[in-house]
């Protein structure tokens, strides 16, 4: 998939979710995208995948595209950005999720930023 129509499924897709939820999430954006599925995120949520890069479609690059288009958007939206932290689920001591293969704390920040209106 380009670049260009990368772009147009970010936009689409973020505004059927901002109409629906009144915020975007990095998570529910890969999921309307199909790059994730729902089932792949509770299995993260739970500890059963260590990283949500893992699993999710796409190379790194396309999921970098993802992320800076949606941080795009969102500002061309005047959206407030809210870092939003993850913790796993289940059973046993709840522990902060990693998003990326790297842990780099730029791109976790990048993945857990929701968007929110103002």
């Known amino acids: 998939m380009s670049q260009k129509k990368i772009e147009q499924r970010v936009r689409a897709k973020a505004t059927e979710l901002l109409m629906e939820k009144g915020y975007i999430s990095p998570v529910d954006l890969l999921v309307r995208m199909d790059r994730l599925t729902p089932k ?11 990283y949500l890069e893992r699993v999710a479609v796409g ?41 990326s293969k790297s842990g780099i704390p730029y791109m976790e920040e990048q993945y857990s930023t929701h968007y929110v209106r103002r």
């Open 40 to 50: 792949q995120v509770e299995d993260w949520r739970l500890k059963r995948i260590p």
């Open 59 to 99: 190379g790194l690059g396309k999921m970098n595209h993802i992320l800076k288009t949606l941080k795009k958007f969102a500002q061309e939206q005047n959206l407030k950005p809210s870092t939003t932290v993850y913790k796993s689920g289940g059973k046993g001591p709840k522990k902060q999720l990693q998003f």
